[in-house]
């Protein structure tokens, strides 16, 4: 957000909040996977004011006990180009995800490159729990019970609650409000645009993986995320298939060197790691760490250099880091030390994306990931977002670890002692897949080689949901601002969206 211009005064230290995208399926330790919100790159400029503001939220909206109805919190927003709007033009609204919410206030090109000729009105809302919007002031990571108010129902709530608050407030009760957001944040836009119809008037919902879920009708596939890495790494997604089977190969050997003092000692030597390792156990948790990198790589699958999977790390990633990490391994490697020189070498292209990473250290990260963000994401995904993310090692690129929900709601009991995991809640409260079919007013889009991509909506019978795939891309580029690299797909995609965004508008009046 280069030249978005923010009043110094109201935004005050900036923290960084999100963590890294696909911390899970590793097989040991086990730990839920994370869709991943970064910040953007702005090189094409936005413009506006800022004002950060805080609305006196209630904590539980669905507790009418006298005590409770006494509870509130103060959720942080920011209302930019108030000085351009007037009572009952447009609202755009970020519904905020898993982060600090001024990442999506740098990030959200497509909502600042928009806002001018629809003469709207930005509304940024903070998610409850995150950045400063804290229930329990002070305490950033509050034990259970205080934790139990981190739902989507209760943010949904919050949401809904503050774009009614605000219409009426500023006499500007049929203002059009346009919903956006992406990863996490586009699942909350689409349901909240399907749970409080008056809320939203449509919604963009980009690279949104709301039928990443266990129970869903139809079932959907675990393993969609390890396939669409190795998509990525092979020559269908711009790679070579060398990568693929050279990837596939190195963790076998890793497993079988493993076994031995002699072959700890080879991939010691060959991942150049900072600390040697010294058991089998060792070995797959440097597996789990290396495959973390490709999850990571495949979403930044963009046509030019990003650091928004870097999460304001002080590096940055190549375009399509993926084929750049496949170059150390797009040849035919027939020794295991050749294979996991390569793999080293693929995977310092996220995790040395600085090139002043002397050893691997796999308990270091790339980019400003915070306990904070995994203790909350955790306490999300150990409850109702309970993402599923397995691998088989035959139609993926890695090894056999297939999504075990009892292995997972145990290891969400060691964090969460007695959290009541709900898999089923989301095809219960949400209707899965349904929104195709009976939905309104929503935009579905996502990235070929993003490899959320799977769990997200597709194809839509729904005459008012239009579902757009973008060839070629990763993670939500749509929301972003627009870069003189962008492919034609991705211009394409805007203006599907901008067309969408027209229409509800004008269908609003
Ligand atoms: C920000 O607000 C100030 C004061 O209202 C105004 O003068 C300035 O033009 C605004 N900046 C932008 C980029 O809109
Ligand atoms: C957002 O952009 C502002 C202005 O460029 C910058 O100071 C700030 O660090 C950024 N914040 C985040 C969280 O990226
Ligand atoms: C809303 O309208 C009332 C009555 O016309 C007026 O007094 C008030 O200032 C308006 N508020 C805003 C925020 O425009
Ligand atoms: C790779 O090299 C090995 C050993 O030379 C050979 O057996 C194998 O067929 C080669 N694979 C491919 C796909 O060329
Ligand atoms: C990191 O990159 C630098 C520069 O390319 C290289 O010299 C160094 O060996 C790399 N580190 C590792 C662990 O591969
Ligand atoms: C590895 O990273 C951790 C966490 O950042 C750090 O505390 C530790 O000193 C690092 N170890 C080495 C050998 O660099
Ligand atoms: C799943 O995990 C449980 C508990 O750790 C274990 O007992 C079970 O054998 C696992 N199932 C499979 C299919 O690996």
Avoid at 214 to 230: G, K, L, R, V
Avoid at 305 to 315: A, D
């Amino acid at each position: 957000m280069r030249n978005v211009i923010i009043i110094a005064a109201v935004i005050l230290a900036v923290s960084m909040a999100c963590d890294a995208a696909a911390r899970g399926r590793r097989r040991f330790p086990v730990s839920p996977m994370i869709p991943a919100d970064r910040v953007g790159d702005s090189s094409t400029p936005g413009t506006g004011n800022c004002t950060q503001l805080f609305f006196h939220q209630r904590i539980d909206h669905f507790n009418f006990e006298p005590a409770q109805q006494l509870t509130h919190y103060e959720q942080r927003y920011y209302v930019c180009r108030q000085e351009k709007w007037n009572p009952n033009q447009p609202i755009f609204f970020y519904t905020g995800n898993e982060c600090n919410v001024d990442l999506f206030v740098n990030m959200s090109g497509l909502m600042w490159e928009n806002a001018e000729q629809f003469g709207a009105l930005l509304i940024f809302a903070e998610h409850r729990y995150f950045g400063k919007s804290l229930p329990f002031p002070g305490e950033d990571m509050p034990p259970v019970p205080k934790i139990n108010f981190l739902q989507t129902d209760q943010a949904l709530a919050d949401y809904a609650t503050l774009i009614n608050w605000f219409k009426v407030t500023h006499n500007s009760t049929s203002s059009p409000v346009i919903g956006f957001g992406g990863s996490y944040g586009g699942m909350l836009c689409s349901w909240l645009r399907i749970k409080y119809p008056s809320a939203l008037d449509g919604c963009i919902a980009g690279s949104a993986p709301i039928v990443n879920f266990e129970e869903m009708i139809p079932a959907f596939n675990f393993d969609s995320f390890a396939q669409t890495e190795t998509l990525d790494a092979s020559a269908a997604g711009g790679a070579t298939d060398f990568c693929k089977a050279n990837i596939r190969q190195a963790w076998n050997d890793m497993e079988s060197l493993g076994q031995t003092q002699s072959g700890l000692a080879l991939i010691s030597e060959q991942f150049k790691l900072c600390t040697p390792v010294q058991s089998l156990d060792d070995v797959y948790n440097l597996m789990g760490y290396a495959e973390n990198s490709f999850g990571n790589m495949a979403m930044s699958s963009y046509p030019y250099p990003s650091t928004y999977l870097l999460l304001g790390g002080k590096g940055i990633l190549p375009a399509y880091p993926m084929r750049v990490a496949c170059d150390f391994l797009n040849t035919n490697l027939t020794t295991p030390a050749e294979r996991l020189a390569g793999l080293r070498q693929a995977i310092g292209v996220y995790y040395n994306n600085t090139g002043d990473v002397m050893c691997i250290n796999i308990t270091s990260t790339v980019n400003y990931a915070t306990e904070v963000v995994d203790y909350l994401w955790g306490y999300l995904s150990c409850t109702t977002m309970f993402m599923p993310a397995g691998q088989n090692g035959v139609t993926d690129m890695f090894y056999n670890a297939p999504w075990n929900t009892t292995q997972q709601i145990e290891s969400c009991n060691q964090q969460f002692p007695g959290v009541l995991t709900q898999p089923d809640w989301v095809q219960i409260n949400y209707g899965g897949y349904g929104v195709a079919s009976w939905g309104s007013n929503i935009v579905f889009s996502n990235g070929a080689l993003d490899p959320w991509h799977g769990g997200g909506i597709l194809s839509a019978t729904a005459p008012a949901v239009e579902t757009v795939l973008i060839p070629d891309v990763g993670h939500h580029i749509d929301l972003m601002f627009s870069n003189p690299k962008d492919t034609g797909a991705i211009r394409a995609a805007r203006a599907i969206e901008v067309e969408n965004i027209a229409k509800w508008i004008a269908n609003k009046k």
